[in-house]
């Protein structure tokens, strides 16, 4: 196989109009891969440290020159000449190069990049599809379709935090194929738009991932509206089109109280609060209900929710292998929201994933919410067999790239969904 010619990279701007990181990798073959890394909002503590230049004067601060001179700079000299043939090698050396738990120094939006650039020019080199690519970095894997989690109402940090809670998606867990959830998808959209419209006089103002943000009065209304909005569109709640819940518990916690609604919670009380919602509303997976460090409640939660809905970590978990290990020993979740730019290569990507497929668990592959129209996370999505995929609203390109990606992914390979765990 070829090896490394150069590596480059340049900053770019990401669906926020901030800037991002895209490398390209130049194999010595002729070979070319080139990608970009998205950027979170709703940031986890144990996240790999995107670095940012920090100047005031330039993108507020958001800047990424830094990055991207680690990359043409130090990374490069570090690749050139060497064989592209193993990702998990290359990756690990990355690793080493940086040298901090974080990616601190040479920033993970660096390392990222160039990771994922090295996967589309090895795929490229070889003839392959990426997504089966990214299958042969894994020892095995399932040839299945991704169900789709669709945003469809936004709060907390993707919209100004109008309501406590970040997200209200979709699940057309009544769909057979990609084509028909994003049909079904389209109908629930327009009847919540119109309810938008007409109740709330509100224009289809966006938020981050393109998802609504009317002023609801508060979190259950915000679901309600959501039960209203698949109703409105022929659907039966639960049954042809279910909900799941990013609640974003860190966002609004207060020392140990969670604050919602305007009124302080203890853990305990919150899990009351999440169970009730999981009673009351078709909901089948619920994401951070919790806080990042509220570890000893997270079993509680557990429990108290696991027969309805999947328990995931976001924030708890930062796609990090020892707090996966962690939540796994402790019975704190039994889902995985993968986020690849949370630990900043594909290799610790694919670990992360790989341990929690040996625990029993559910994975989500996920975008971010400042992304590009780069569409490799559907390729990983598919490619590594997720059970769902959380590519935010049916709006925006960033969005779309990766749903329309889907949709040809669909076409050419033939796969069709994975089992489906819940039932209403």
Known sequence: ?????????????????????????????????????????STGAAEAHELRDRDPKRYGGYGCLKAVANVNGEIAQHLRGSSIENQAELDRRLI??????????????????????????????????????????????????????????SGGAHAGGQVEIQDSLIVPVGADSIARSLEMAFDVYAAAAKICAERYRMRLLRADEGGLAPAFAGVEEMLATTVEA??????????????????????????????IGGVDRTSCEMIGLVRGWVERFPIVSVEDGLSEEDWDNWPELKVAIEDRALVMGDDL??????RI??????????????????????TEAADAYLLARA???????????????DDWPADLAVGWGADYFKGGSITQSERLAKYNRLLGLEAETGFGFGSYRFAF
């Open 1 to 41: 196989m070829s090896v490394i010619e150069h590596v480059t990279a340049r900053e770019i701007l990401d669906c926020r109009g901030r800037p991002t990181v895209e490398a390209c990798c130049v194999l010595r073959g002729g070979a070319i891969g080139k990608a970009s890394v998205p950027s979170g909002a």
């Open 96 to 153: 080493a190069l940086d040298g901090t738990r974080q990616k601190s120094r040479l920033g993970a939006n660096a390392i990222l990049a160039v990771s994922l650039a090295l996967a589309r020019a090895a795929a490229a080199e070889t003839g392959l599809p990426l997504w089966r690519y990214f299958a042969g970095l894994l020892p095995h894997t399932s040839a299945t379709l991704p169900r789709l989690t669709i945003n469809l109402f």
């Open 230 to 259: 698949i109703t409105a569109a022929g659907y039966e709640p639960g049954r042809d089109v279910a909900m799941a819940v990013d609640i974003a518990s860190s966002q609004f916690r207060v020392g140990a109280a969670y604050r």
């Open 317 to 322: 978990l930062a796609t990090q292998v020892d």
């Open 325 to 346: 290990r962690r939540a796994a020993l402790s019975r704190a979740a039994d889902a995985l929201l993968l986020k690849v730019n949370q630990c900043g290569t594909l």
């Open 359 to 373: 625990n029993g668990w559910t994975v989500t592959l996920s975008v971010r919410s400042g992304d590009t129209e």
